[in-house]
């Protein structure tokens, strides 16, 4: 989770060589064939192998600051896990300026198709970068490791929204791999989304925290908390907070939800942004909890969605300036 930042620009203009070591990062992820797996059947949460990812990220590859080798490292861990499940998977780069100048990173992206793209986009995501000097065993292995987890859990089963799962970097210095993500999102899956789960910090504490933005909808963190309460577990509805991934989502206007694991000390624990931030400092029965609430909320969000019709979709479009064609020629002749 990010400290709050004097706000810098994120561009997507050439610069080399950081930009083509990206690349050439990019280039090398070749999705699997949709649909196709190592193994089938996957049902059950595998708390080894999410420890395993904790530790590659945190142990073997250890700080990964944004813009280090060290990122694009882990960027590269990421991707391999995803398309080896099967997932349609890219990294994305995008360029930071900031006072001390500039420098490339980027996100990594899975997408799952649904049933049928009229039932709108649930997005997933964590950060996988840390501070300079820190592990980011907690902040943020943790999160991405269990967003790992749920993209193996989810890639066999039937949903009828889209699924995206974002792995974010250079979130420690301001929020900038989901910014330039949601920055790229076109009107139309904007008004899609049925919302993003952002986890960040899930490793440390004795109870689960949902939470979301000042101003923002509150429906997601209502579905999250009710989905807990269903499983058993405890969780607390927490105060509003901005410095986490889930805030330009909900800043565009779609509903999203910070989930973590906290205690009654600092939200992220002691090791916060610290070298003491280490795999072995984290509890896997709490990881384990945010990833049955999050995959149990993704479950819940899919077989609640319903179709949307052309007006429901074009008339927020066509009242925000946006010229779209939302299903389709054949479809304009049902709008009234």
Not at 64 to 76: D, K
Not at 282 to 296: F, K, P, T
């Amino acid at each position: 989770m990010a400290r709050a930042k004097t706000p810098t620009s994120i561009k997507r203009t050439l610069r080399l060589p950081s930009l083509l070591l990206w690349a050439l990062l990019a280039g090398s992820v070749a999705a699997s064939p949709a649909g196709t797996t190592r193994e089938a059947g996957w049902t059950t949460y595998d708390a080894a192998r999410v420890d395993r990812h904790v530790r590659a990220l945190a142990e073997t590859i250890g700080p990964r600051s944004a813009g280090s080798a060290a990122e694009r490292q882990a960027a590269s861990y990421i991707a391999d896990e995803l398309k080896s499940i099967g997932l349609s998977t890219e990294i994305q780069p995008f360029q930071v300026i900031g006072g001390s100048g500039s420098y490339w990173s980027a996100n990594v992206v899975a997408t799952k198709p649904g049933s049928d793209t009229r039932y709108g986009t649930i997005y997933l995501g964590a950060h996988y970068d840390s501070v300079p000097g820190s592990p980011g065993a907690n902040d943020n292995a943790s999160g991405t490791a269990v967003l790992l987890e749920l993209a193996r859990l989810l890639a066999n089963q039937e949903l009828k929204p889209r699924l995206v799962l974002i792995a974010f970097g250079a979130e420690e210095v301001g929020l900038r791999g989901s910014t330039a993500f949601v920055r790229q999102l076109a009107p139309l899956e904007r008004e899609t989304s049925l919302g993003m789960l952002n986890l960040d910090c899930v490793g440390y504490g004795t109870h689960q925290l949902a939470a979301t933005m000042t101003g923002a909808s509150s429906a997601l963190v209502d579905r999250v908390v009710a989905v807990a309460t269903r499983l058993g577990l405890e969780i607390e509805r927490g105060p509003y907070l901005g410095n986490s991934d889930h805030a330009p989502f909900a800043n565009a206007g779609i509903p999203a939800a910070f989930v973590a694991t906290r205690d009654a000390g600092k939200l992220c624990g002691p090791n916060y942004h610290q070298p003491t931030d280490s795999a072995n400092t984290l509890d896997a029965v709490q990881m384990e909890h945010v990833g049955r609430i999050v995959l149990a909320a993704a479950e819940d969000l899919s077989a609640s969605a319903t179709l949307l019709t052309p007006t429901q979709v074009r008339l927020p479009l066509l009242l925000a300036g946006a010229q779209a064609d939302v299903f389709g020629t054949a479809a304009k002749a049902q709008l009234p």
